[in-house]
């Protein structure tokens, strides 16, 4: 069979399979409805935004073309960091950790074809997300510049190189890395740094304060800024080349030696990393198949918490150390704490940085306001950190439920046991959470009371509410923890923290409005009274109770019939 | 110890077990053989009180596993036919959690650990993650999990699937002393040599009703054969392919 035919016949099961999972499964229409539903928000807002912006950058004498080409540059150049990272890590799954591999490596094919279909698996998995934001993003500059039907061939031709240069340098360097670790620790690797790496990127992006740039008073930061423009651009890089290729048609200076250098350099990363896989894959998918040092100390930490659970009944004690002991040994678990930091330290961050003490137009009445606006940013974080933590739990258990479901156990028990695991820390962090935003605004202590004890209640209502959406609607397919709350059970579950979140604020501000307004000009300021806070707290917890207990009771009952 | 009363399992428009009617009496070994897809694992899963009956009832020792699913459950052991369980556990903290399932704690069960490691050769792998036991490991792993709090009924869905052959000779051992002692042992399998050395009575499950049982001279009378192995009874009773039919799917 010739290597075209293998090739076709490769992909055969891997298309029908994306097409059936398309098409079949539970939740297929509240996916269908919640992508194009991203798709119609996220499209037309990213073309009229880039539009505008590059209407305002032609009008712009000499600086305006140079900007609208730098800007093409630099979103290329984040596609490609993205592009190297995904491939990376997409290239791991399916040249070494892919199920079909034994069956595939068993069969009489040529190593090329092999080769091929692995680097186009890699490629769309990692590719098809970058590709869906390059559209509305090309199409602007087409727009804007009046490209043609000849930018779009123009954008096909430097876009697919653009896409093969990183899918091949992500399989040779995974090659390479597997050939250093075994497979899975890699990686483990892979997954931090990717994590990390994102994370990194959302501080850099917020600590550079971008709200400056329409702050009269920073001009002078942004010629600076523009000054490093100018400076020299990446001349080395695919991004760069595909950016001068594609802007340089548009302002009237096309260069085909860039389009040139860009298929060349696509051709020429598959051909190396042909001929490392003709020489290096069967090594190292060998050692892909070896396991890690999976010998496991045993850590104090695990005696204190064993002895923190004493006053637990002995299945739950049991239950909760299982729990934690999994998550701090998984990867795609624990790892997420990164982007949870970054997410406490950005909001704080802000928080820091509001400039309530610093505008004449500031009155009381906004700085009170501030606080019922921290609550609610500061539940919306909680709501979040649930989402990502609580509501995959029961999913979790995946194809090991049957242990617990042939164990005399209660649904109570198995539930109680999430429920702390994960009111436990979200309660934690909303104290920190709230409590340090509470000093940094400087709260009265009547609300710093409120705000504390309805983030705790709510921490508790969200940590409910989130392992009953979990309880309905279960992942247990999924391999990958990070997955699981972008389903359609964690997007019900956000929409129905966001409502109880809404009923609490809402309710706060209508209990205290005399206070809030007595904030506003010309009236005289006041501290809130005694029974204004205790009304709003008892009317909060009866809130959170009840939308916590509820979902709770409903979540115990369908525990009970599940069919493990 | 087990009874199957009128048990009925349906997955949508699909009848997996058809009102099972079958009485399991103590310190015996009894096989539940059948075709592929006959209703086996969807019968053992309710026993185990993994599924839930849609219609008929599960009794263990007289406790209904629907009504009183705890106190059935406390006397039973389940091994399923697939060794799925928590790869970032070592070997030593699953027995310990399946233990503590079971309410046991304590010293005992940290000799009871090291006695079933030990049994299976497993004892230097106790402190190893199980993402790095093979799938016989995992197998041997999950049978001592069901045999840590000495239960009185053990249901065992395939238990010969990725054993080596001492493993499957040792666990023949252990169901058979298990049964000695007066415990009763309920084995899905399609091994029929397995099912004919080893089990004192045999159900054969075809299309999700029970279509013959008894022991192997039941079975034999049933298939109206007094000298088959148990292979031809099984064969005749579930209307196996024919010679002719395999010549023309495998022949030249």
Partial sequence: MSVRREFVLLLTPKVLSARRRGIAGRGRWGRAVMVLGVGAAAWPFIYVTLTRLLRTLRGVEEVGPLLASKLLALGLLVFLGILLLSNLIAALSSFFLSRDLPWIRAAPLDWLSVYLTRLTETLVSSSWMVVLMLVPMLAAYWTVYDGGWTFLALSILAVVPFLIIPAAIGSATTLLLVRLFPAR???D?????????????????RVLRPERLVNPESYRNLVDFMAALRG?????????????ALAGFLQGGFDPFLLVLLWTTALGTVTVGAILHRSLYAACFTRAQEGTENRIQHHAAWKWLERALSGASLQRQQLVLKDVRIFFRDTTQWSQLIILGVLVVVYVYNIRVLPLSSGEMITRYLITLVVFLNLALSGFVLAAIAARFVFPALSLEGQTLWLLGSAPLEARTILGAKYWVGAVPLTAMALLLTGFTNYLLGVPAGLAVLSLASTVALSLAFTAQALTWGVYFPEFESENAAQIPTSIGGLLFMLGAVVTLGCVVGLQIWILREFLMSGLPGREPRNPFMWEVGLALSGT??????????????????????DF | MILLDSLTKRYGDFTAVAGIDLEIGEAQIFGLLGPNGAGKTTTLRMIAGIL??????????????????????????????????????TGAELLRFSAGLYGLTGPDVETRVDELLELWDLAPWKDQLVESYSHGMRQKLIISSALIHKPRVLVVDEPMVGLDPRSAWLLKDVLRTFAEGGGTALVSTHTLELAESLCDRLAVIDKGRVVASGSIDDLRREASSETAGLEEIFLKITRGATDSEISRVVGD
Avoid: H, T
Avoid at chain 1, 232 to 244: F, Y
Avoid at chain 2, 60 to 65: C, P, R, T
Avoid at chain 2, 67 to 86: C, H, M, Q, S, T
């Fill in chain 2, 52 to 89: 839930r009956p849609d219609s008929g009832r599960v009794l263990v020792a007289g406790y209904d596993n629907v009504a009183n699913p705890i106190e059935a459950r406390k006397l039973l052991g389940f091994v399923p036919d697939r060794p799925f369980v928590y790869d970032k556990l």
């Fill in chain 1, 189 to 205: 690797i892979l997954g931090i740094i990717a994590v990390a790496s994102v994370g990194l990127v959302v501080l850099l992006l």
């Fill in chain 1, 541 to 562: 917890l009866m809130c959170c109770a009840v939308s916590g207990i509820l979902p709770y009771r409903a979540a115990l009952r369908r525990l009970d019939r599940l």
């Fill in chain 1, 232 to 244: 020299p651009s990446s001349p080395w890089l695919p991004s760069q080349w595909g950016a001068d």
């Fill in chain 1, 185 to 187: 620790r890699s990686k």
